[in-house]
């Protein structure tokens, strides 16, 4: 595997495509607040993704598109995925992480991460892409809220 690189412009179509096989929010994906990377093979296929997009507050970032191609689950790349996303926010100031999981509540529990109150995350959350969807379309009524501190040396 080649190693993380930032999303550009040219890497979109790829990104799109690999979270659309992923089931993945597609929101928002090239706003100035979202921070994406992605992981490709040596033949250049995009095999993994993270991300964050911070609030207004730059205190609160809201953890998405962590994927990992389904043959290379099980291996801890989604963990190391997770992980850098986590170290991103808050090396970029932020002190809290949240997500939306309605199916993968276990992994993002061996990254620390509670469940949280849905509306306080999309209070916390107002402005960012996925927030303003999930409230446009009704999904937020479906979905799984989880938060974890950002804060202190020891939060891993």
Known sequence: ???LTPLGPSDMPDLVDFLTRSDL?????????????LLRDENGIVRGSTGYELAEDGKNALIRSVAVDTDLRGGGLGLELGRFA???????GA???????????????????????????????????QVRLFRRT????REVAWTRSLGGAAWR
């Open 1 to 3: 595997m080649d190693p």
């Open 25 to 37: 929010t597609l929101s928002g994906l090239d706003a100035p607040t979202v921070r994406l990377w």
């Open 86 to 92: 986590l170290d991103q926010a808050a090396a970029e």
């Open 95 to 129: 002190r809290r992480a949240w997500l939306f999981s309605r199916r993968s509540g276990p992994f993002w529990q061996r990254l620390g991460f509670t469940s949280a109150d849905r509306m306080e995350l999309a209070r916390m959350l107002a402005t960012t892409h």
């Open 138 to 141: 009704g999904q937020l009524d």
